[in-house]
T-cell receptor, first 113, second 114 residues
Framework: GDSVTQMEGPVTLSEEAFLTINCTYT??????LFWYVQYPGEGLQLLLK?????DKGSNKGFEATYRKETTSFHLEKGSVQVSDSAVYFC????????????FGKGTLLTVNP | DVKVTQSSRYLVKRTGEKVFLECVQD?????MFWYRQDPGLGLRLIYF???????EKGDIPEGYSVSREKKERFSLILESASTNQTSMYLC?????????????FGAGTRLSVL
């Protein structure tokens, strides 16, 4: 069945370090891929998305590239800030569904000054 | 901006009580969702509604029901709360149009069942 596997946390980095959070998926058809972020005490908000192979989603310095050949959508940021501390969720919407999102388990990122 | 409002941030209920969690969205979205979020398990879909009075079971519907009498409001009902339903509950809404099919989330309701 459809699934999303993302890097288990927690991840702790110093400010200005490079961030990678790995995400791989299994899905039917041609899924759309998403990264959501959840700041402390808040709901999830969309960080970036990609809808077809080789698309790169980007926002707030974060990037992820839709790699169909490796079924991956890894999240990267070149220089993290303390304000990036949050839980990050990878998700996909299967090509066979126009509504259901399948989420990974989330990765807690803590950035220290 | 899209706004999804959940009526309570924190709730404490007793085992066996009937619990209502309310969610309202202001973007005229057709689709609305209820998830529960548990540490190490991520988000799991409880129920989904694609129109007024229409609903579909998600991955973990047991012990829950839903109501959608108006387009903007989607309620999650725990008929007889149990301790294993202690969790964070998240409501989301989305347009049915594929190009705009981004889910927008509320801030969540943290429910404790004692």
């Amino acid at each position: 069945g459809d699934s999303v596997t993302q890097m288990e946390g927690p991840v702790t980095l110093s400010e200005e370090a490079f961030l990678t959070i790995n995400c791989t998926y299994t899905a039917t058809g041609y899924p759309s891929l998403f990264w959501y972020v959840q700041y402390p005490g808040e709901g999830l908000q969309l960080l970036l998305k990609a809808t077809k192979a080789d698309d790169k989603g980007s926002n707030k310095g974060f990037e992820a590239t839709y790699r169909k050949e490796t079924t991956s959508f890894h999240l990267e940021k070149g220089s993290v800030q303390v304000s990036d501390s949050a839980v990050y969720f990878c998700a996909h919407r299967s090509g066979g569904s126009n509504y259901k999102l399948t989420f990974g388990k989330g990765t807690l990122l803590t950035v220290n000054p | 901006d899209v706004k999804v409002t959940q009526s309570s941030r924190y709730l404490v209920k007793r085992t066996g009580e009937k619990v209502f969690l309310e969610c309202v969205q202001d973007m005229d979205h057709e689709n609305m969702f209820w998830y529960r979020q548990d540490p190490g398990l991520g988000l799991r879909l409880i129920y989904f509604s694609y129109d007024v009075k229409m609903k579909e079971k998600g991955d973990i519907p047991e012990g829950y029901s839903v109501s959608r009498e108006k387009k903007e409001r989607f309620s999650l009902i725990l008929e007889s709360a149990s301790t294993n339903q202690t969790s964070m509950y998240l409501c989301a809404s989305a347009s049915r149009l594929l190009a705009k099919n981004i889910q927008y989330f509320g801030a969540g309701t943290r429910l404790s069942v004692l």
